[in-house]
C-alpha cells in the first residue's frame, strides 16, 4: 500500500510586465505544485525547471509521473536523489518532503536544516533588459533596494551604457550584473574594465555553459559567478580556478536537500556561494529562502515580478526578503490534509 497520495498541478503566472535577458523574453511563468499527503498532514513544493534545458512544466509533469510509484513508496529525501534526475520535477518533490516533514515532526523546515532563527536577508531586485534610461528609470523605482542586479544582453557598447546609467541612477547600491553566457573571452576584458569602473560586485556568467575552461587563469577584478556552468553538486570542484562563486538554484540542482550540500562543499573548496531563483511564488522562494542563510549574495525577487503572489507571501521590506513560518515548512503553513 502506498505511504504517500501524489498530487500535482499546473500553474500559470503572468510577469507584471516582460522581462528579457540575453537571448529570452518571459511574460509568463509556468510553475508545478506538488503536493504529498499522508493522509494527515501535506506537504507542498513548487518549481519552474530550468527553461535553457527544456525543462519546462511538460517535462516536469512528465518526470513526476515517471516515478509516481516510487515517490508515493515514500522515499526519504537522500532516497530521493537517487531516485530522480536533477531539476524541476525533484525540485518540486523534494520540497514537498520537507515540508511533509515539517509538519509531522512539528518542527519548522529551517530547524531540520540545522538554522535555529532564520535572519532577514539583503536579496538583490532585477532590472531585465532595456534601454539604458529605462533601465536607470526601474532603478529609482526600487527606492528600498541595497543590492540590484542587471541582466546583460551581450551588446557590449550598450551594456555598458545601461550600467553606467544604473549606476549614475543608484550611487548607493551594491551592483551585480548577469550576463546569461552573451559574452566571448575576448570581449571579457572591455566588458570588465568598464564594470569595474562602475564598481560592480558581482559579474554573473559571462561565457557560454561548456566554455568554462577559457576562465581559466583570468585575472579579474570583480567576482565571476557560475550559473548555467553549476547545476548540481558534481559540477562544484570543476568550478575552482575558473570561478569565485556558484549561484545554487533549486531547480537546477533538483531541491533543497541538493542545494544544502552544495553551500557546504562550495564553502569547503574557498567558493563564495549565492542562492538565485527561477521566477515563481513566494513557495519557491520559502525554501530558497534556507539556503540564503549560508549565502554571500541573495538574488530570491522572483515574486516581485509577478502579477499577483500567492497568500501567504514571503515580505519584502528594507530590500530584504524575509520568509514568515505560514508561507512553507511548518504546521502554521497548511492545514492538515482531508
Not at 81 to 90: D, F, T
Not at 99 to 110: C, F, N, Q, S
Not at 157 to 182: F, H, S, T
Not at 309 to 323: A, F, L, N
Amino acid at each position: 500500500m502506498a505511504r504517500f497520495s501524489l498530487h500535482y498541478r499546473v500553474e500559470t503566472h503572468r510577469l507584471s510586465a516582460p522581462f528579457r535577458i540575453s537571448g529570452f523574453t518571459f511574460e509568463t511563468s509556468d510553475v508545478v505544485v506538488a503536493e504529498l499527503s499522508d493522509g494527515e498532514f501535506t506537504g507542498r513544493g513548487e518549481a519552474a525547471g530550468v527553461y535553457y534545458f527544456g525543462d519546462d512544466s511538460d517535462h516536469i509533469v512528465a518526470e513526476i509521473e515517471a516515478h509516481r510509484h516510487a515517490i508515493e513508496d515514500g522515499p526519504d529525501r537522500e532516497d530521493l536523489r537517487r531516485l530522480m534526475p536533477a531539476g524541476g520535477a525533484r525540485n518540486a518533490v523534494d520540497c514537498a518532503l520537507w515540508d511533509l516533514e515539517a509538519k509531522r515532526e512539528g518542527v519548522p523546515a529551517h530547524r531540520l536544516a540545522g538554522i535555529a532563527d532564520p535572519k532577514p536577508l539583503i536579496t538583490t531586485f532585477t532590472l531585465g533588459a532595456d534601454e539604458p534610461e529605462v533601465m536607470a528609470e526601474g532603478a529609482r523605482r526600487y527606492a528600498d533596494a541595497r543590492a540590484i542586479k542587471v541582466k546583460l544582453t551581450g551588446e557590449l557598447r550598450l551594456d555598458i551604457a545601461r550600467v553606467e546609467a544604473i549606476r549614475a541612477a543608484r550611487p548607493d547600491v551594491w551592483l551585480g550584473v548577469d550576463a546569461n553566457q552573451g559574452y566571448t573571452r575576448d570581449q571579457l576584458d572591455p566588458l570588465v574594465e568598464a564594470l569595474n569602473t562602475h564598481r560592480v560586485s558581482l559579474l554573473e556568467q559571462p561565457l557560454a555553459r561548456g566554455r568554462e575552461a577559457d576562465l581559466e587563469g583570468y585575472r579579474c577584478p570583480i567576482p565571476i559567478a557560475a550559473d548555467e556552468s553549476a547545476l548540481t553538486l558534481d559540477d562544484v570542484a570543476g568550478l575552482v580556478a575558473r570561478f569565485d562563486v556558484i549561484n545554487i538554484k533549486l531547480d537546477k540542482c533538483g531541491g533543497l536537500t541538493e542545494a544544502l550540500l552544495i553551500a557546504r562543499e562550495a564553502k569547503s573548496l574557498g567558493l563564495g556561494v549565492m542562492v538565485g531563483n527561477m521566477v515563481g511564488t513566494s513557495l519557491a522562494m520559502a525554501p530558497a529562502f534556507i539556503v540564503g542563510q549560508h549565502c554571500d549574495v541573495v538574488d530570491l525577487d522572483g515574486p516581485t515580478f509577478l502579477i499577483a503572489d500567492r497568500e501567504p507571501s514571503v515580505e519584502y521590506r528594507d530590500g530584504m526578503i524575509r520568509c514568515p513560518d505560514d508561507v512553507w515548512g511548518s504546521r502554521a503553513a497548511l492545514p492538515a490534509a482531508a
